[in-house]
């Protein structure tokens, strides 16, 4: 390969590798949203979702798509140190009992297992305290299966959009921080 030939081919990558930063905002984010990263738990939002105020124990993470409010992400950043599987017992307990009205599961999956993510996904419903329709949600508690750090994510509102829940559910990470566990 002639040296003109390698700084042509070695232009192109370079131009091939900004513009795909470019696509992804250069933090392997999908285009239109945003990384948050908090504790021990990384989870994409919506562009332009806003922080929506103090949650009780262990949410402490909270972001919302607007003045109404349609959508709330909750996130436990720093759950404790469980399996994924041994997390969601303890979150749906506390969610059946006093924490949501007309709480039933729907759906849920099985632990997912990597190497770096053991992840189980709870769809559920609950009625509007304002006794409204009916409330969706989905619940995510992930683990990193060396370490059994662990976190949640919840999404609820009225209609989820799937596409919201698919970019969700595959954005969540467990980070290996110094973080400490809640209570």
Partial sequence: MT???????TALALALCVALAGCSGGSGT????TRVQDGWLQVDVPDGWSDG?????PWTLSR???DE???EL????TLGYYRAAEGRGI????MQVGGYPDFAVVDQSDPVDSTDLELTRTDFTYAAQDGGDPLEGVLWVGSDPRTEKAVAVQLTGPDLPADVVEQVQESIAVLDTDA???P
């Fill in 64 to 66: 919302h798509d607007g």
């Fill in 3 to 9: 040296s003109s030939h390698r700084s042509r081919v």
């Fill in 74 to 77: 909750a996130g436990a950043p």
């Fill in 30 to 33: 999908a285009e239109g949203w």
């Fill in 53 to 57: 105020g103090e949650l009780d124990e």
């Fill in 91 to 94: 979150l749906l307990a506390s």
């Fill in 180 to 182: 400490t566990a809640g």
């Fill in 69 to 71: 409010a349609t959508l």
